[in-house]
C-alpha cells in the first residue's frame, strides 16, 4: 500500500500515462497489487473499430475520402489519455517499442487500419503468453511487409535466390534473444571474459529457411497468385492486411533447417505451419528470453537502469508464473511493477521520461476534452515545432532510442548508466518542448476545427479546465503546491519556491483600477495558471520520472 499521495502518484507514473486525482485514490484505497489486477482484468479498447468508424464517417461526408495515420493517432490518444484500461495501453504501447513496426514506412503507412490492428494485438496478445505473441507478431502482415518476410521464398539454384534473412535475424536480435547470451540476471555470459554470441550467420540462415513461403490470407489459399497478390481473380480477403499470414508450402523450403542447436530434417513435402512451429518454441524457450524481454520492459515503464536482483526477479516470473506457465506476460508486467526496486527513489533509479508520455502525463493531470471527440494530436515527429516523436512511426525497428544508449560526455556515462530516452534528446527538442507546451497550455491541443456540429469553434480541439487553478490564481504559492501535486511527486521546496516568486510577479488588477476590468483580471489570472503549469512542464522534475 502507498503511504502517501506521491507514493502512489510515482505508481501510477510507472504503470499508466498519467496519474490523475481519481487513479491516486484508487491506488490509495486498494493498494498496488489490487489495483493491478482490476486493470488486468478490463477489456482491451478496439483502435481498429474506432479507425472503422472514423473512416464511416468521413465517407458520409467525402464519399472518395478515407480515413488515414491521424485515425491511428487519435485513437492512440483517446485511449491514452480517457481510457480505463491505463495499464493495458502502457504495457501495449512499451511494447510497441520492442516488437516495432512504423507508420513512417510506406507500406505500412499505407495500412493504417492494420496499424490500429496492430495495436489492438499489443494489448491483447501482449498479455498473453510470450510464446502466443511471438507468434502473432510473426504471423502479421504488416511485420511481414516492413521486415520483408512476407511473399519471401525458399532458395532457387538455378537463379541463385536464397531466403531473405531479414525477419530471421530481429526475431533474434530485437524480439527474443538478443546478441549475447545471458544469466538470470541480465549479465553477459563469458568465455575468457568474452560475451558469448547467441546466433551465427549459420543460424539466422537456418532460420530464414522457415520463414519462407508466408504471404496474405486469401479465399483461394494456396493459388500463387494469392502468394504474389493476395488475390485470385480480383478477389481478396478484405481484412488480409491484417489476418495471420498463411504457409504456402510450394514457396517453403524443404530443406534442411539447423539453428540455435536445433534441427528440422528435409522434408519430403514442405510444410511450414510444422516448420514454424519448431521455430517458435525454440525461440520462446531460450534462458535468454525471459532477462532480454524483462530487462526492456523495466526500463519502458520504471527505471533505466535496474539492477541484476530486479532483472532475475522478472526473469524468474516469466520463466514461471507460479503455476507453472513460462511466459505469462500479465505475470511479468506485474513482477516488474511490484517489485521493491521499483518503489525505491535514488540518484539511479527512474528513467528520462520520453515526448510521448510527457504530453500524455499533462493532459491527464488537468481534464481535458475534445471538442470533436477525436483527440486529434496528430503527427508529432517535428522536433523543432512539436515532440519529435509519433507513436507508432519509429524511424526503425530498432525504435526511437536504443536500450542501451548512453549521452557521451553526461554524469550518467561517467557511472556507465544509460538513459535510452536521451538518444532523441537535444538543443533544438529541449527549445521546442517548452514552445510547444506553452502554446499547448495557453492554446490548446492538437489540430485546429473549424465548424463542428454546426458550431464555429475556431480552436484547437484539445480543450484544456483549469478552474480549479485558476480559483487559486491570486495565491501563487497554493496555486504552484496544486500545479506541483498534479504534475510531479519529486518537486521540492526551491523550485516550488522559484515557479511561486515566477508566478507572483505577473500582476493582477484590482477591479476599476486604471482603467482594469473583469476581463483583464481574468487574463491576469489565467497568465498566472498558465506560467505555473509550463514552468513544472519544463523543469527537469516533470521530465524526469525519478
Same mark, same amino acid.
Given at each position: 500500500?502507498?503511504?502517501?499521495?506521491?507514493?502512489?502518484?510515482?505508481?501510477?507514473?510507472?504503470?499508466?500515462f498519467?496519474?490523475?486525482d481519481?487513479?491516486?485514490?484508487?491506488?490509495?484505497?486498494?493498494?498496488?497489487a489490487?489495483?493491478?489486477?482490476?486493470?488486468?482484468?478490463?477489456?482491451?479498447?478496439?483502435?481498429?473499430?474506432?479507425?472503422?468508424?472514423?473512416d464511416?464517417?468521413?465517407?458520409?461526408?467525402?464519399?472518395?475520402?478515407?480515413?488515414?495515420?491521424?485515425?491511428?493517432?487519435?485513437?492512440?490518444?483517446?485511449?491514452?489519455?480517457?481510457?480505463?484500461? $491505463?495499464?493495458?495501453?502502457?504495457?501495449?504501447?512499451?511494447?510497441?517499442q520492442?516488437?516495432?513496426?512504423?507508420?513512417?514506412?510506406?507500406?505500412? #503507412?499505407?495500412?493504417?487500419?492494420?496499424?490500429?490492428?496492430?495495436?489492438?494485438?499489443?494489448?491483447? $496478445?501482449?498479455?498473453?503468453?510470450?510464446?502466443?505473441?511471438?507468434?502473432?507478431?510473426?504471423?502479421?502482415?504488416?511485420?511481414?511487409?516492413?521486415?520483408?518476410?512476407?511473399?519471401?521464398?525458399?532458395?532457387?539454384?538455378? *537463379?541463385?535466390?536464397?531466403?531473405?534473412?531479414?525477419?530471421?535475424?530481429?526475431?533474434?536480435?530485437?524480439?527474443?534473444?538478443?546478441?549475447?547470451?545471458?544469466?538470470?540476471?541480465?549479465?553477459?555470459?563469458?568465455?575468457?571474459?568474452?560475451?558469448?554470441?547467441?546466433?551465427?550467420?549459420?543460424?539466422?540462415?537456418?532460420?530464414?529457411?522457415?520463414?519462407?513461403g508466408?504471404?496474405?490470407?486469401?479465399?483461394?489459399?494456396?493459388?500463387?497468385?494469392?502468394f504474389?497478390?493476395?488475390?485470385?481473380?480480383g478477389?481478396?480477403d478484405?481484412?488480409?492486411?491484417?489476418?495471420?499470414?498463411?504457409?504456402?508450402?510450394?514457396?517453403?523450403?524443404?530443406?534442411?533447417?539447423?539453428?540455435?542447436?536445433?534441427?528440422?530434417?528435409a522434408?519430403?513435402?514442405?510444410?511450414?505451419?510444422?516448420?514454424?512451429?519448431?521455430?517458435?518454441?525454440?525461440?520462446?524457450?531460450?534462458?535468454?528470453?525471459?532477462?532480454?524481454?524483462?530487462?526492456?520492459?523495466?526500463?519502458?515503464?520504471?527505471?533505466?537502469?535496474?539492477?541484476?536482483?530486479?532483472?532475475?526477479?522478472?526473469?524468474?516470473?516469466?520463466?514461471?508464473? #507460479?503455476?507453472?506457465?513460462?511466459?505469462?506476460?500479465?505475470?511479468?508486467?506485474?513482477?516488474?511493477?511490484?517489485?521493491p +526496486?521499483?518503489?525505491?527513489?535514488?540518484?539511479?533509479? #527512474?528513467?528520462?521520461?520520453?515526448?510521448?508520455?510527457?504530453?500524455?502525463?499533462?493532459?491527464?493531470?488537468?481534464?481535458?476534452? =475534445?471538442d470533436?471527440?477525436n483527440?486529434?494530436?496528430?503527427n *508529432?515527429?517535428?522536433?523543432?515545432?512539436?515532440?519529435?516523436?509519433?507513436?507508432?512511426?519509429?524511424?526503425?525497428?530498432?525504435?526511437?532510442y536504443?536500450?542501451?544508449?548512453?549521452?557521451?560526455?553526461?554524469?550518467?556515462?561517467?557511472? =556507465?548508466?544509460?538513459?535510452?530516452?536521451?538518444?532523441?534528446?537535444?538543443?533544438?527538442?529541449?527549445?521546442?518542448?517548452v514552445?510547444?507546451?506553452?502554446?499547448?497550455?495557453?492554446?490548446?491541443?492538437?489540430?485546429?476545427n #473549424?465548424?463542428?456540429?454546426?458550431?464555429?469553434?475556431?480552436?484547437?480541439?484539445?480543450?484544456?479546465?483549469?478552474?480549479? +487553478?485558476?480559483?487559486?490564481?491570486?495565491d501563487?504559492?497554493?496555486?504552484?503546491?496544486?500545479?506541483?501535486?498534479?504534475?510531479?511527486?519529486?518537486?521540492? *521546496?526551491e523550485?516550488?519556491?522559484?515557479?511561486?516568486?515566477a508566478?507572483?510577479?505577473?500582476?493582477?488588477?484590482?477591479?476599476?483600477?486604471?482603467?482594469?476590468n473583469?476581463?483583464?483580471?481574468?487574463?491576469?489570472?489565467? *497568465?498566472?495558471?498558465?506560467?505555473?503549469?509550463?514552468?513544472?512542464?519544463?523543469?527537469?522534475?516533470?521530465q524526469?520520472?525519478?
Open positions: 500500500m502507498p503511504s502517501s499521495r506521491a507514493q502512489a502518484m510515482r505508481f501510477l507514473t510507472q504503470a499508466s498519467g496519474a490523475t481519481a487513479d491516486i485514490g484508487r491506488v490509495m484505497s486498494v493498494g498496488y489490487a489495483w493491478i489486477d482490476e486493470q488486468l482484468a478490463l477489456p482491451a479498447a478496439s483502435h481498429r473499430a474506432h479507425w472503422e468508424a472514423a464511416a464517417a468521413i465517407k458520409l461526408t467525402t464519399p472518395t475520402g478515407a480515413a488515414g495515420p491521424d485515425q491511428v493517432y487519435e485513437s492512440f490518444w483517446k485511449q491514452a489519455v480517457t481510457g480505463p484500461e $491505463q495499464l493495458r495501453a502502457r504495457a501495449a504501447y512499451a511494447l510497441s520492442i516488437f516495432v513496426i512504423s507508420l513512417a514506412d510506406g507500406t505500412v #503507412g499505407q495500412n493504417p487500419r492494420a496499424v490500429a490492428a496492430w495495436l489492438d494485438m499489443l494489448g491483447t $496478445q501482449g498479455l498473453g503468453t510470450y510464446r502466443e505473441l511471438l507468434e502473432t507478431v510473426s504471423r502479421h502482415p504488416m511485420m511481414g511487409v516492413y521486415l520483408t518476410s512476407l511473399r519471401n521464398q525458399k532458395a532457387d539454384a538455378r *537463379t541463385g535466390r536464397v531466403p531473405d534473412e531479414n525477419y530471421a535475424r530481429e526475431v533474434m536480435q530485437l524480439f527474443s534473444i538478443g546478441l549475447v547470451e545471458l544469466n538470470e540476471d541480465g549479465s553477459a555470459r563469458t568465455a575468457a571474459g568474452v560475451p558469448l554470441d547467441t546466433y551465427t550467420p549459420a543460424d539466422i540462415a537456418g532460420l530464414a529457411k522457415v520463414f519462407t508466408w504471404s496474405w490470407a486469401c479465399p483461394d489459399w494456396p493459388d500463387n497468385g494469392c504474389s497478390s493476395g488475390s485470385v481473380g478477389v481478396s478484405p481484412d488480409r492486411s491484417f489476418k495471420p499470414m498463411l504457409g504456402y508450402p510450394q514457396y517453403h523450403s524443404s530443406e534442411a533447417k539447423s539453428f540455435l542447436g536445433t534441427n528440422i530434417a522434408q519430403a513435402s514442405s510444410n511450414p505451419d510444422a516448420s514454424l512451429k519448431v521455430a517458435l518454441d525454440t525461440l520462446a524457450a531460450h534462458p535468454n528470453v525471459g532477462p532480454f524481454i524483462g530487462r526492456q520492459l523495466i526500463q519502458r515503464l520504471v527505471t533505466s537502469n535496474p539492477s541484476p536482483a530486479y532483472v532475475g526477479a522478472v526473469a524468474r516470473a516469466f520463466a514461471d508464473n #507460479g503455476a507453472g506457465v513460462r511466459g505469462d506476460m500479465r505475470a511479468v508486467v506485474k513482477a516488474v511493477l511490484m517489485h +526496486e521499483a518503489r525505491v527513489m535514488s540518484d539511479t533509479s #527512474g528513467k528520462v521520461r520520453e515526448p510521448v508520455l510527457r504530453l500524455a502525463a499533462y493532459l491527464r493531470a488537468f481534464p481535458h476534452s =475534445s470533436t471527440g483527440w486529434r494530436v496528430g *508529432t515527429d517535428n522536433p523543432a515545432t512539436s515532440l519529435g516523436q509519433t507513436p507508432l512511426r519509429a524511424p526503425s525497428v530498432f525504435n526511437f536504443r536500450p542501451g544508449y548512453t549521452a557521451p560526455g553526461t554524469a550518467a556515462a561517467a557511472r =556507465s548508466l544509460v538513459a535510452p530516452e536521451m538518444q532523441i534528446a537535444h538543443e533544438t527538442s529541449a527549445a521546442a518542448w514552445n510547444y507546451m506553452r502554446d499547448n497550455v495557453a492554446s490548446g491541443v492538437g489540430a485546429t #473549424g465548424t463542428v456540429g454546426g458550431v464555429v469553434l475556431n480552436r484547437r480541439d484539445i480543450r484544456p479546465d483549469f478552474s480549479a +487553478e485558476l480559483a487559486l490564481a491570486g501563487a504559492v497554493a496555486l504552484v503546491e496544486r500545479v506541483s501535486g498534479k504534475l510531479s511527486y519529486s518537486a521540492g *521546496t523550485l516550488k519556491s522559484e515557479i511561486a516568486s508566478v507572483g510577479s505577473v500582476a493582477i488588477p484590482a477591479l476599476n483600477a486604471a482603467g482594469s473583469q476581463a483583464n483580471i481574468d487574463a491576469a489570472r489565467r *497568465t498566472r495558471v498558465n506560467a505555473a503549469v509550463l514552468l513544472m512542464l519544463a523543469s527537469p522534475e516533470f524526469v520520472q525519478p
